[in-house]
C-alpha cells in the first residue's frame, strides 16, 4: 500500500528558511519521479518541483525559482523542499506527491485539477510565513 507522509511546516519570519521532508513507502521508490505541489487559501492547486527517479534532474515553478531546492534519498525512501528566502505569498498547504501525472496551465502557475485520493499524495503540511 502506498503511503507519503509530509513534514516540517511551521510558522516562519519572511525571509526565513524551512525544509520540508516526505517519506514514502509501499512502492519502488528510486524508479518514480516525485513532485512537491502547494494549495494557498482561496487558490488551485499549484505546481511548485519535480525531481526525476535518480535526482539528477529538477524542475520549479517560476514562482520558487532560485528559492527552493528539490532533492531526493533513494536509500531512505525520502525526498526533502529546502526552502530559502521565503515570502507571504509562500504561505500553503505543501504536498508531497508519487508521480501525479500532466499538470495544466491557468495562465498564471500549472497546477493540478484535484488531489487524488488513491494515496499517492500526502496528507499535507502547513507552511506559514508572517512576521
Known amino acids: 500500500q502506498v503511503h507519503i507522509k509530509e513534514s516540517g511546516g511551521t510558522l516562519v519570519q519572511p525571509g526565513g528558511s524551512l525544509r520540508l521532508s516526505c517519506a514514502a513507502s509501499?512502492?519502488?521508490?528510486?524508479?518514480?519521479?516525485m513532485t512537491w505541489a502547494r494549495q494557498a487559501p482561496g487558490k488551485g492547486v499549484e505546481w511548485v518541483a519535480d525531481i526525476n527517479r535518480s535526482g539528477g534532474y529538477e524542475a520549479y515553478a517560476d514562482s520558487v525559482k532560485g528559492r527552493f531546492t528539490v532533492s531526493r534519498d533513494n536509500d531512505n525512501n525520502m525526498v526533502y523542499l529546502q526552502m530559502n528566502n521565503l515570502k507571504p505569498e509562500d504561505t500553503a498547504v505543501y504536498y508531497c506527491?508519487?508521480?501525479?501525472?500532466?499538470?495544466?496551465?491557468?495562465?498564471?502557475?500549472?497546477?493540478?485539477?484535484?488531489?487524488?485520493?488513491?494515496?499517492?499524495w500526502g496528507q499535507g503540511t502547513q507552511v506559514t510565513v508572517s512576521s
Open positions: 509501499g512502492f519502488t521508490f528510486s524508479r518514480v519521479a
Open positions: 506527491a508519487k508521480d501525479p501525472g500532466p499538470k495544466s496551465w491557468n495562465g498564471t502557475y500549472y497546477y493540478y485539477p484535484r488531489i487524488p485520493r488513491d494515496g499517492s
